[in-house]
Each structure stands twice: as C-alpha cells, then as structure tokens.
C-alpha cells in the first residue's frame, strides 16, 4: 500500500498569509494527487487534481505542484472562507486509494 | 445539478449487518466508477470500496474485504454498500462519491452529504 503524510497537521495563519502544506508519498505516484477542502459537517470538496490541475471553480489563490513523492498545496493569500482541513489523495494505485491524514488550518 | 444521496445509516449491533444506498441523479450514471469513502468522527477519510460501471470490477480496504460488497444497479442509478459482520471500527459516515473522469481511480468531483453508521451494543 501506498502511505500519504501530510506536514504540519495543524497550522494557524491569518487572513492574507501565504499558506503551503506538503504531502509525501511512500513511493512514486507520478502526478497522480488530488487535494480536497473538507469544512466541519460537510463533504470533501475536490480543489486540485493531477497534482497541479486546478478543478473548475476553485478559486486561484489555489496552487499544487511536485511529482513523485513530494507535493505541495499552496494558498496565496488566506481567506476567511479557506479555514478548513485539507487532504492530499494518491490515484496511482486503487487497491488501496489512500489519503493523507489531513491538515487543519484554523484562524491564528 | 448533479446529486449524490446516501441513505441506509442506523445504529447497528456489533455483528450485525447493513445496506447502504446512494441515488443518484444529474449525470449518466453508468459512464462512471463509484466508490464509497468513509470518515469516522473526528478522524480523516479513509476510502472502502470502488466499483466499475459496469459493475464488472470491484475493490475493497482489506479493512472490509470479505465482509462488504459493493454493487451497483444502473437501471435505478443506484450504488449500493452492503455491510456484514459489522464492528464498532466499522462507525462513520459513509459518502458515496462520483469520479470525474473515465478512469476507475480518477479524483472526486462529487460526494453525497453521507449517511453515518453507529456500530454500537
């Protein structure tokens, strides 16, 4: 199986600030990542795919990159409505599909 | 507008068993893979379960392999997860989720709002 981290876990920022969380992968997955946004009671909202794909809607503050092992998130400037948790997600094998353990970016 | 609706979650004894359905609607269903994901509370997400859409192709987390399965009936644009020998591990809510492209493994793009199962004596 293919085992996603996630650094930090935790991270508080203000409105404004430049924000990245990094996912690694324990072996190569290409550029097969996604990152979803995850609100409290909600569903997962899909942000970014093939590691730097930005999905229809999502605002472009939003911005991914890496390959192989190591990926970024990265949100340029923080607004009120990105406080929430995210969650990398490798597609390159499906048995399992995994995802990382998930960052919390709350209000500082 | 496409819609995913799960329903089926109740409180369940240790060992008992479950089916959980996901209608969907606002898409052509049978042009994709679906899968099942879930999140305990206050945990992260852990992914269950795929099927193709032809329902020809299944996968399971060896944390439920051979206890659930997966299937699918395109003629009623359902996904279905039934649930066996169930064990308080087992307690989440469980999403149903489209992928977005043609692949069996590609990115969600669409969740239901999820059902939540208690495995609880």
């Known amino acids: 199986d293919i085992q996603m981290t996630q650094s930090p876990s935790t991270l508080s920022a203000s409105v404004g600030d430049r924000v990245t969380i990094t996912c690694r992968a324990s072996?190569?997955?290409?550029?097969?990542l996604a990152w979803y946004q995850q609100k409290p009671g909600k569903a997962p909202k899909l942000l970014i795919y093939k590691a730097s794909s930005l999905e229809s809607g999502v605002p472009s503050r939003f911005s991914g990159s890496g390959s192989g092992t190591e990926f970024t998130l990265t949100i340029s400037s923080l607004q009120p409505d990105d406080f929430a948790t995210y969650y990398c997600?490798?597609?390159?094998?499906?048995?399992?599909?995994?995802f990382g353990p998930g960052t919390k970016v709350d209000i500082k | 507008e496409v819609q995913l609706v799960e329903s089926g979650g109740v409180v369940v004894q240790p060992g008992g068993s479950l089916r959980l359905s996901c209608a969907a609607s606002?898409?052509?269903?049978?042009?994709?893979?679906m899968h099942w994901v879930r999140q305990a509370p206050g945990k992260g997400l852990e992914w269950v379960s795929l099927?193709?859409?032809?329902?020809?192709?299944?996968y399971y987390a060896d944390s439920v392999k051979g206890r659930f399965t997966i299937s699918r009936d395109n003629s009623k644009n359902s996904l279905y997860l039934q649930m066996n020998s169930l064990r308080a591990e087992d307690t989440a809510l469980y999403y149903c989720?489209?992928?977005?492209?043609?692949?069996?493994?590609?990115?969600?793009?669409?969740w239901g709002q999820g059902t939540l199962v208690t495995v609880s004596s």
């Open positions: 989720a489209k992928v977005s492209g043609i692949a069996v493994a590609d990115p969600f793009d669409y």
């Open positions: 072996q190569s997955i290409s550029s097969w």
């Open positions: 997600q490798q597609y390159n094998s499906y048995s399992p599909l995994t």
């Open positions: 606002g898409f052509t269903f049978d042009d994709y893979a």
């Open positions: 099927i193709s859409w032809d329902g020809g192709s299944t």
